[in-house]
């Protein structure tokens, strides 16, 4: 093992709006020893995430920023293939945050066994992972949808949307989806059962909504901020719940962020607006993984990967995700 080379994707200065290439250096690394405690993990899959943006930048977070110089942080998923932890022997597939490298080394903290007759390994970064985790617990828990009532989520065939969609539809609920461009909103449709999807690229999103929502929208499933949100607030039902999961339009902006104008409506509406966080609720992520599993089995929800090969993919594929360029949840084959 100790012959291999461990490729890494280091921060080399922190970006100012969108990440260019300059911002990562790509170096060659050697393997690292296992000390005891610890195990090492060849990482097969790498997540990439809306979330890398927040990670690399300087301020105040829910998590510290990765430093310059540093293996960008990346959930991943591996096979252990050197171990000194009695607990992750050698063979055992795994999940956790291994970074945009070969080899990831770790001591066991917030990693998760991965059981592969659920589902191949990508799917234990996509709807068995932290974007379906986040789908779950954001639509029933802090969304509190109930059957009957109308849904509406934004980025409706990303990693996250296109599960709340199908958990929406599967708990009796109208399903309006929006998404860019007319390939997305046909696939959110057609495939994911939602009644409808508003291409905001080409329409008004705040009329749209007026007109596929007549009594209003319950749950409002937010990923990505800005005028979408807006639109949003200004056709909301009494009582409705809005669930701030992301802004993906506000991340590479994040010193003049626009906030929402139509806030005055949670007042009249009576309804709330929420923000969370997937890791909250971690301690319940078994009866999800669970549920989610039995329904891709099942075939009533399914979950599409957009794949790229190799490392020296991740400075483009991180910028795929904010041009709408991935069509489902985006990992690095490695
Ligand atoms: N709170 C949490 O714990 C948590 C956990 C995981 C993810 N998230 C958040 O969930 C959201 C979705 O993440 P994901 O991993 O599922 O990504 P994703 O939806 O698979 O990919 C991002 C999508 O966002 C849309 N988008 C990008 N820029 C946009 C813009 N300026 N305006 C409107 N739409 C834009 C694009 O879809 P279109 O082509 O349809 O525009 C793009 O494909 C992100 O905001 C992420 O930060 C939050």
């Given at each position: 093992m100790s012959l291999e080379v461990n490729l890494q994707v280091r921060l080399a200065k922190r970006p100012d709006g969108l990440p260019d290439d300059d911002c990562w250096s790509i170096v060659e690394h050697f393997v690292p020893e296992v000390g005891n405690g610890q195990f090492v993990v060849r990482n097969e899959f790498i997540s990439i995430d809306p979330a890398m943006r927040g990670w690399v930048s300087a301020g105040d977070s829910y998590i510290a920023p990765v430093a310059i110089g540093e293996v960008m942080r990346a959930r991943a998923v591996g096979e252990i293939v050197g171990s000194r932890h009695a607990a992750f022997p050698v063979g055992t597939k795994v999940m956790g945050f291994f970074g945009v490298q070969n080899?990831?080394?770790?001591?066991?903290?917030?990693?998760?066994?991965?059981?592969?007759?659920?589902?191949?390994?990508?799917?234990?970064?996509?709807?068995?992972?932290s974007p379906g985790m986040t789908a779950y617990f954001g639509l029933l828990h802090v969304g509190a949808c109930q059957a009957g009532e109308t849904v509406v989520v934004s980025a409706a065939s990303g990693a996250v949307g296109q599960i709340v969609a199908q958990i929406a539809r599967l708990k009796g609920c109208t399903v309006i989806g929006i998404a860019g461009g007319s390939d997305k909103c046909r696939f959110v449709v057609e495939q994911l059962g939602a009644q409808a999807c508003i291409d905001y690229k080409s329409v008004n999103v705040a009329s749209d909504l007026r007109s596929l929502c007549p009594q209003g929208i319950d749950v409002f499933f937010d990923n990505v901020g800005g005028d979408i949100l807006d639109a949003a607030l200004a056709n909301l039902a009494q009582h409705a719940r809005v669930v701030i999961c992301g802004a993906i339009s506000q991340y590479n902006n994040l010193d003049s962020v626009k906030g929402p104008k139509n806030y005055l409506s949670l007042i009249s509406k009576r309804a709330s607006m929420r923000g969370m966080l997937v890791t909250d609720f971690a301690d319940r992520n078994a009866i999800a993984v669970s549920e989610l599993a039995g329904w891709l089995r099942d075939g009533l929800v399914r979950s599409t990967l957009d794949v790229e090969a190799g490392l020296t993919r991740f400075p483009s594929a991180l910028r795929k995700l904010f041009a709408g360029a991935n069509f489902g949840k985006l990992v690095i084959e490695v």
């Open positions: 080899f990831g080394l770790s001591n066991g903290q917030a990693v998760t066994r991965i059981d592969e007759a659920l589902a191949p390994m990508p799917q234990h970064l996509a709807a068995l992972g």
